[in-house]
């Protein structure tokens, strides 16, 4: 078979874009933990008030001592706020909307979720480095999207003992 020269030219110029872009996604996926959500769980985004977790969101720390915050997301601000968690220890994040579409980026670090009416959303973490971090909501939920923030308090538990 005998392809034309250019033809080669752009038929390996295909395959190493193929090679970069899924390379791209494992490089990024390993090392910057960019992953898409594993995590499915339903909600009525109508019935949060009768929920015993989203009615009153709040930081819960197990007996086991890991730690658990909830947070409803809704026009135009996160509940709790300030979210108050302790440093080097992993945080689960339980999030979910009571309206519209919104997101749940820590700014600084990689947590950065899509928030649905409908789902929760699920990510754990440890933070290591104690401070005030913004939360920001990255997705457009309305006229106010641009005041949608939050704040994070990353406590060091040795230096409070
Ligand atoms: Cu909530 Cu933008």
Redesign the pocket.
């Known amino acids: 078979m005998n392809v034309e020269f250019y033809e080669r030219i752009w038929m390996w110029a295909a395959v190493l874009l193929l090679v970069l872009f899924v390379g791209t996604i494992l490089v990024t996926a390993t090392s910057e933990a960019i992953r898409p959500p594993s995590h499915m769980e339903t909600i009525d985004p109508g019935a949060l008030a009768d929920s015993p977790e989203f009615s009153n969101p709040a930081v819960i720390v197990r007996p086991d001592g890991s730690v658990v915050v909830s947070v409803v997301?809704?026009?135009?601000s996160f509940s709790p706020n300030p979210i108050e968690v302790p440093a080097n220890r992993p945080v689960t994040f339980r999030i979910t909307s009571a309206d519209?579409?919104?997101?749940f980026e820590i700014l600084g670090t990689n947590a950065n979720a899509t928030?649905l009416p409908g789902y929760v959303s699920q990510f754990t973490m440890t933070f290591t480095k104690p401070g005030v971090y913004t939360i920001g909501?990255?997705?457009?939920?309305?006229l106010l999207?641009?005041n949608?923030t939050g704040m994070l308090v990353v406590n060091d538990p040795e230096s409070s003992r």
């Open positions: 997301a809704q026009m135009f519209v579409d919104h997101g928030v909501c990255n997705e457009y939920c309305g999207h641009h949608m």
